[in-house]
């Protein structure tokens, strides 16, 4: 593959990549500006889609640790030298998203129900009849 065609290479860093984030910059202006009868306001109320908003956060913190760890743990996962199944890394990979996926959640999930959780709701205790909700 050529340079110019990997994650790295200059022309998706320079053209790609502000693609991505301006096509995800419209589409959180549609998530925030859309009724909630609508088709894509049902969408982006999902249960599923406000609980990972809920986790987010923390998913965000832990992934790093969690990427880290189960390459560190295991050969399978190895960067530097990726098992093949069938000559292609691919299910490996996918395999490895999955399991950092699924960790992180767990681990988020965990933080949240421990800590943020209890934490947001002592803050009420705090706050003014003004900002009571």
Sequence with gaps: MTDHATWG???MQAA???????MFGGLLVLAATAD?????GRFFNNKVLVKIGTLSYGMYLFHPMVITALRRST????SEHPMSIAGSTLPVRIA????????????AWI?????ERPILRFKR????????Q
């Excluded at 399991?99 to 681990?107: E, V």
């Excluded at 933080?111 to 800590?115: G, K």
């Excluded at 205790?125 to 009571?132: G, I, P, S, T, V």
């Design 9 to 11: 290479g200059y022309t």
């Design 16 to 22: 790609g990549l502000t693609a991505i984030a301006v």
């Design 36 to 40: 909630r009868a609508s088709t894509l």
């Design 75 to 78: 050969t399978l996962f190895n």
């Design 96 to 107: 490895f998203i999955l399991t950092t996926m699924t960790i992180t959640m767990l681990i």
């Design 111 to 115: 933080s949240w129900t421990l800590f």
């Design 125 to 132: 205790r705090f706050a003014n009849d003004d900002n009571k």
